[in-house]
């Protein structure tokens, strides 16, 4: 079984703009999905320095990154990415999915600069 | 900070003070009142007061004892003016008729050379190479001036010694709390006694030659508690002054102003002497690029208040940067002792700090925009601000060293 990946970034704008929120709702988030999603806390994702208009806090699903990031935004997302997981849907299709995210080439950690 | 100039081989001759306090069981407030500060000239003045009774009424007895005794030593007042000086300051007891509070002076001056006064503590040891050596005392009588002590008990009679501190030398003084311990008990009838104190004391050092100031006070206080069933019968204070190789501590905070200047940053990380925290998301992300070294995140142990620490290959610690540095400077400044608080972030920053005695902050001074959000829910303070919030604090309450620098 494929699983998805979920990056929390814990930088001070994230976690003051509704990271803690985000951070605190985890084992809620285990208890509801098990294994099939696996959380990660990151010091600095580095969007909220070049993001221009799009706002903290940012989360990554699968690599992809999601701004301005509610508990219910992430829930939808990831449900989108265990449907996803499911019919082995492409990233390209999951970048088209709602939820106002933006497509990385690199996955992993950003620059943080 | 004791740095002697004419002894360069010593340029990290550092003087430890460490302290440790428990109330009396059922009082709100210790009797007990412990000061240290550091003079204009360099000097360290610490005082160890206890004043008669317990509760509020002693802890003004002794908080007007260690101010003064402070205060005079602080101005070279000679000892036996300075007692006359507390003696006609402190109010009477109106109950016992008689004002009192002990107290012990340690006065440190920049050659190391050590005056201790004391009145009606008990004996202070000095334990020099881990063996306890007699300090020579001499006594000094004091009355309150020409006659008779009105309202005092008696003559009062200061023991007064000096000598020069060696490295590794600890000088070690409590309250009767200590030495009263467990008195009653089937055990301990007469209570653990100096002999007690002493054994203790040597077996702490035996187990850990380094064992700081702050730990020694403490495990002598929580010993002296347990003695006493867990329910202090007396005020119980320890204060210990340790002098001891400098224990260095490097804090990385803030990215530099151009980001030319990171491997730079990376550079000053890897080289420092000491142990290591890298505050702020960004600058722990820099410095792990530049060095190829991967930071992970405890997702385990979270803190409704303050993001979760990190780590990294050569970091002792890794987390947030404003919110936790204000944090710690929150908890300096109400001189909480970590083990009491809830374990986060700052938690394990004000640790790391307090077993520290020359801490430099390395400031990364870029502004990140994003916390200049006025949509931000909380006022996010500028970091050089709260860095130099917290040198203040440390350099001034707690008797450390601390330098900043600007990147």
């Known amino acids: 079984m494929k699983k998805v990946h979920v990056t929390i970034c814990a930088g001070t704008a994230c976690y003051v703009l509704g990271g803690a929120e985000l951070l605190g709702a985890i084992d809620s988030w285990i208890a509801k999905w098990g294994e099939q999603v696996e959380f990660e806390g990151t010091p600095c994702l580095g969007f909220c320095k070049s993001a221009g208009e799009a706002k903290a806090p940012y989360v990554l699903v699968n690599g992809l990154v999601v701004e301005h990031t509610t508990a219910e935004k992430l829930e939808e997302m990831v449900n989108s990415a265990l449907l996803g997981t499911e019919e082995e849907a492409s990233s390209a299709d999951a970048a088209a999915r709602p939820g106002n995210a933006i497509t990385r080439k690199d996955g992993g950690y950003a620059s943080g600069r | ?407």
């Open chain 2, 1 to 407: 900070m004791i740095e002697s100039e004419n002894k360069p081989m010593h340029a990290d001759f550092f003087v430890e003070i460490g302290h440790w306090q428990v109330a009396k069981y059922g009082e709100t407030s210790e009797g007990d009142v412990f000061i240290s500060r550091k003079t204009e000239d360099g000097r360290i003045i610490a005082v160890l007061s206890d004043g008669l009774g317990s509760g509020i009424k002693a802890g003004v007895l002794a908080a007007l004892t260690a101010t003064i005794a402070t205060g005079c030593s602080a101005a070279r007042i000679p000892i036996k003016r300075t007692a006359r000086i507390i003696m006609r300051s402190l109010p009477v007891c109106s109950e016992r008729k008689i004002s009192y509070a002990t107290f012990t002076l340690v006065d440190i001056d920049t050659s190391n050379r050590i005056k201790v006064v004391e009145y009606d503590n008990p004996a202070y040891m000095l334990v020099r190479q881990g063996v306890e050596v007699e300090p020579l005392r001499s006594m000094v009588s004091v009355t309150k001036g020409g006659g008779r002590i009105a309202g005092h008990p008696k003559p009062a009679t200061l023991r007064s010694s000096r000598f020069k501190a060696e490295f590794g030398d600890r000088v070690i003084f409590f309250s009767d709390g200590v030495t009263q311990a467990g008195m009653g008990s089937r055990n301990l009838p007469l209570g653990w006694g100096l002999e007690g104190v002493r054994r203790f004391v040597s077996q702490m050092i035996a187990e850990n030659a380094e064992i700081s100031a702050r730990d020694l006070a403490r495990r002598i206080v929580t010993w002296a508690l347990l003695l006493d069933g867990d329910q202090a019968k007396d005020d119980i204070t320890c204060a210990v002054v340790y002098f001891r190789a400098a224990r260095r501590l490097a804090v990385f905070t803030g990215p530099p102003l151009h980001p030319a200047h990171d491997n730079e940053l990376a550079r000053l990380f890897v080289s420092s002497p000491g142990r290591t925290i890298i505050a702020g998301g960004t600058t722990a992300t820099i410095i792990g690029r530049e060095l190829g070294r991967k930071i992970t995140m405890d997702l385990k142990h979270r803190d409704p208040e303050l993001p979760p620490v990190a780590s990294m290959e050569g970091a002792d610690l890794v987390t947030e940067g404003i919110l936790t540095l204000s944090k710690t400077a929150d908890y300096l400044e109400q001189g909480a002792a970590p083990e009491e608080l809830r374990q986060n972030a700052a938690t394990a920053a004000l640790r790391l700090m307090l077993d520290s005695d020359i801490i430099e902050f390395f400031v990364g001074t870029k502004i990140n925009e994003a916390h200049q959000d006025p949509n931000m829910p909380v006022e996010l303070d500028i970091r050089r601000n709260v860095v130099k919030r917290l040198a203040h604090l440390l350099e001034g309450k707690y008797l450390k060293q601390t330098t900043i620098r600007y990147i």
